[in-house]
């Protein structure tokens, strides 16, 4: 068989490129890596990693950076929109893609898709004008508690709402890619609708589940300008849903103009971001090993 | 027809939106005989046999008239107990679907569904079932490893398996060999035949051989119409209608 050289060599080419484009991919995380390590590098020449990571006394002008409210407050907010949403995206994933008819779920898609898109400072500004309101007049007041309303519980429902799109996405499609053979054989033997959906679907479901968690997590994690416009921003640990915090994030963006002046404080807003890729990382590589290790059916 | 029916197919019409699929279907389905529903793909046989069921269900935008009865009870009405009603149809699909658990799990399912058992009980159940389509010495000692890793042609049998362990009547089989090996085809055929005995057994292929092999009666579509059902014997040595004749001598394939 005889392929003219021309032909071969736009083969190589093309490999290569696909080599190349892969290589950058895999380079990106790494470069970001040691980016951010390199610029925080001079914050550790005065203080330990268990100084910066467990103290909570901020005073910058002081040198004193301690993590811990921002860690805490990242944490509240990211792990409280992640249980009001995750429950919902799953029984919604079940409904559209098990009982819903066609056109439901369509005109339901859509509407994910749509929320997806909205930019997330128009969340926040929703979130100041309902959500704040709703937690000062009529949440707290439940619970005897007096607050403005900006607070970690504003801050956590907005990201819940901000995510739903994204989890549900990542769910229904794996509702969808599962063979309706299987609902069949559940059936077939006897299985209510739900029985089949409880132990069957949902278990042929449950590595796709936790990645979509995953991916949920990580999007909350890191979501900066919603959270910061409803939580508050007091730099303290939150001890109640509704004191107020400040997630990691937002102390970057509030301080983002203080980055050229002081050596020390650009060093330390490369820490936070540091801090926030190595817990999505390690969240994410946790889950990974959880997915591998339900996959085998 | 000389023997007792278990399902009739009344008058049973079905639309998928505005598209007519079977036409005024009437059969009446022989007891504890193997009978096969025939016909060019496309025709019907499948949502024929999924509609004894009801797996229809799941399909949106769906149309019946008319009824399949299974004994006295109704298939298709508010008041049916669908659940319990498929309780009494095993299903065998083109393709295994093991269910995402281990071996054993996937036959003590239904056990599990259909009644409270002891341990012991339910251990002497899985064997009962596994060693009825002969993969008990196959899997006995990796019971718990997921139903995944068997070779289709086992999983097909566990999916047998798993159907017997109901207790059904009847055994609803879609082209149950379609996606086997000749091996494997050959094991799923020959517990059909001995399986005949004692349920009964109504299977859609569209291979002329394998009908002619193991079938007691022959249902044959084409277009989403009965043309004709007879004993195997009669309906391959003496067809009667036109279509069927052509169909026999290859005409649709």
Redesign the interface.
Same mark, same amino acid.
């Given at each position: 068989m005889n392929i003219s050289s021309n032909r071969r060599t736009r083969d190589k080419i093309i490999t290569c490129l696909t080599y190349a484009a892969m290589f950058v991919v895999l380079l990106l995380p790494f470069a970001l890596f040691i980016g951010l390590a390199f610029k925080s590098e001079l914050l550790f020449r005065d203080h330990s990693l268990g100084q910066l990571l467990f103290s909570s006394s901020w005073r910058p002008s002081a040198g004193e950076f301690g993590f811990k409210p921002f860690i805490v407050g990242s944490l509240y907010v990211t792990l409280l929109a992640m249980i009001i949403s995750a429950p919902i995206c799953l029984l919604s994933a079940i409904h559209i893609t098990q009982y819903a008819?066609?056109r439901v779920s369509k005109v339901v898609t859509t509407a994910i898709d749509i929320l997806a898109g909205i930019p997330s400072v128009v969340y926040g500004v929703w979130g100041m004008m309902f959500v704040v309101p709703i937690v000062s007049r009529y949440a707290a007041p439940l619970f005897g508690v007096q607050t403005t309303g900006f607070s970690i519980l504003s801050g956590g429902v907005v990201l819940s709402i901000m995510v739903v799109p994204f989890i549900l996405n990542i769910l229904i499609e794996i509702y969808r890619t599962i063979? &309706? @053979?299987? /609902?069949? #054989? #559940? =059936? %077939? =033997?006897? #299985? /209510?609708r739900w @029985?089949a959906v409880r %132990?069957?679907l949902n278990? &042929?479901a449950l590595p796709g589940i936790l990645a979509a968690v995953g991916f949920g997590f990580a999007r909350a994690f890191g979501e900066t300008m919603a959270v910061l416009m409803v939580v508050g921003n007091a730099i303290r640990i939150p001890e109640s849903l509704f004191d107020q915090g400040y997630p990691l994030p937002a102390l970057i963006a509030n301080s983002y103009s203080e980055l050229a002046s002081v050596p020390e404080v650009e060093s330390a807003l490369m820490f936070a971001a540091l801090i926030l890729f190595v817990v999505v990382l390690l969240f994410n590589a946790t889950l990974r090993w959880f997915i591998i290790k339900t996959e &085998?059916? | 027809m000389e023997n007792q029916s278990i399902i009739k197919v009344d008058h049973l019409d079905l639309y998928a939106g505005k598209t007519h699929i079977l036409k005024d279907i009437n059969i009446e389905i022989p007891k504890n005989k193997l009978t096969v529903i025939l016909g060019p793909s496309g025709c019907g046989k499948t949502t024929l046999l999924k509609c004894m069921n009801r797996l229809t269900d799941l399909t949106p935008d769906i149309k019946v008239t008319g009824n399949i009865f299974i004994g006295k009870q109704p298939v298709f009405g508010a008041k049916t107990d669908i659940v319990a009603l498929r309780r009494k149809m095993g299903l065998l699909s083109q393709r295994p679907f093991p269910l995402p658990m281990n071996i054993y799990n996937n036959i003590a399912y239904g056990l599990k569904l259909r009644g409270k058992y002891s341990r012991t009980e339910l251990n002497d159940l899985v064997e009962h079932y596994l060693r009825q389509v002969n993969l008990w010495e196959e899997v006995k000692d990796r019971l718990r490893s997921p139903a995944v890793r068997l070779s289709i042609g086992q999983q097909q049998r566990l999916c047998l398996a798993r159907g017997l362990a109901v207790n059904p009547e009847i055994i609803l089989a879609d082209e149950p060999t379609s996606a086997l090996d000749p091996v494997s085809s050959e094991a799923i055929e020959k517990q059909f035949a001995a399986l005949a005995k004692d349920y009964t057994l109504v299977m859609v292929t569209h291979v002329l051989r394998q009908a002619r092999r193991i079938a007691d009666y022959v249902v044959f579509m084409y277009l989403g119409e009965v043309i004709e059902m007879r004993p195997a014997r009669e309906f391959f040595e003496d067809p009667r209608e036109e279509q069927t004749k052509k169909y026999l001598a290859g005409a649709f394939n």
């Open positions: 008819p066609a063979p &309706k @053979e299987l /609902t069949e #054989a #559940a =059936l %077939s =033997l006897g #299985a /209510t @029985e %132990s069957i278990r &042929k &085998k059916y | -």
